[in-house]
């Protein structure tokens, strides 16, 4: 009878929404905002049709992407991802097509979850 209560329990806990898998979601924040012409000069890589920030945050993350310390999302058109060798000046404007993200200070260089340290050359 205890075994079955026990059971019983263990069933209900692990079914709980607490446990459910949360989607994986962009920790770091973006702003809206337009780009200093000279930025571009240090454009990494540009790759057209993603309009989602986590698949942007992705290629960011990639291993031949090490130097990546801001990306920008475009979410207009098509939509673009583009990858700076340099965090981003901005100036804030809320109607911009632009969503400008920074990466945090010291998330290169041997983070787990950008440059493992079995990646790192």
């Known amino acids: 009878m205890k075994l079955a209560a026990l059971s019983a329990l263990v069933s209900l806990v692990i079914a709980s929404p607490i446990f459910e898998r949360q989607a ?3 920790s770091i924040q973006g702003v809206r905002g337009a780009i200093p012409p000279q930025i571009e000069q240090a454009t990494l ?3 057209g049709g993603i309009k989602s920030v986590e698949q942007c945050n992705a290629e960011c993350k990639k291993p031949e992407n090490k130097d990546c310390k801001a990306f920008t999302v475009r979410t207009s058109g098509n939509g673009a991802c583009l990858l700076y060798s340099t965090t981003i000046k901005y100036r804030a404007d809320p109607s911009a097509t632009v969503v400008i993200y920074n990466l945090p200070e010291g998330v ?6 950008n440059n493992p340290a079995w990646l790192v050359r």
């Open 24 to 26: 994986a979601q962009c």
């Open 108 to 113: 290169r260089g041997g983070t787990p979850h």
């Open 45 to 47: 890589k540009r790759t």
